[in-house]
Each structure stands twice: as structure tokens, then as C-alpha cells.
């Protein structure tokens, strides 16, 4: 298992909130964060390399 980092953004841009994801895949991860970007942009992180972001649907 890695560990990836989903960031909820504010409205502002700024880190809301810092969620751990313990995934065995990126793929896995994406799905996982995709799934938190419900009203809120979240950043998808492992270690210091962004993977992806999502937007708020």
C-alpha cells in the first residue's frame, strides 16, 4: 500500500482539509479522491509530485 494525499480545497484555494489515502495504485487513488470532489476542488498528491486535480461537480 502507498500513501496519497486528497486536499480539499476552499474557495480560496487554500487547503481546507488533508485526507490520507492508502491505495495500492494511482488508479486506485484517482477513484478514491474523485469521490471527495463533491462541492469542493480536491488535489490528488503522492509525496511531492500532483497527480491530478478535480473539480467540484
Known amino acids: 500500500m502507498q500513501e496519497y494525499r486528497a ?3 476552499d ?3 487554500h487547503i481546507a482539509l488533508r ?3 492508502m491505495c495500492e495504485d494511482e488508479t486506485e ?4 479522491a474523485r469521490c471527495l470532489a463533491d462541492g ?7 509525496e511531492d509530485r500532483k497527480i491530478t ?3 467540484s461537480e
Open 29 to 32: 487513488a484517482k477513484k478514491r
Open 19 to 21: 485526507i490520507v489515502l
Open 7 to 9: 486536499h480539499i480545497m
Open 40 to 46: 469542493y476542488d480536491v488535489e490528488l498528491w503522492f
Open 11 to 13: 474557495l480560496d484555494g
Open 53 to 55: 486535480e478535480f473539480k
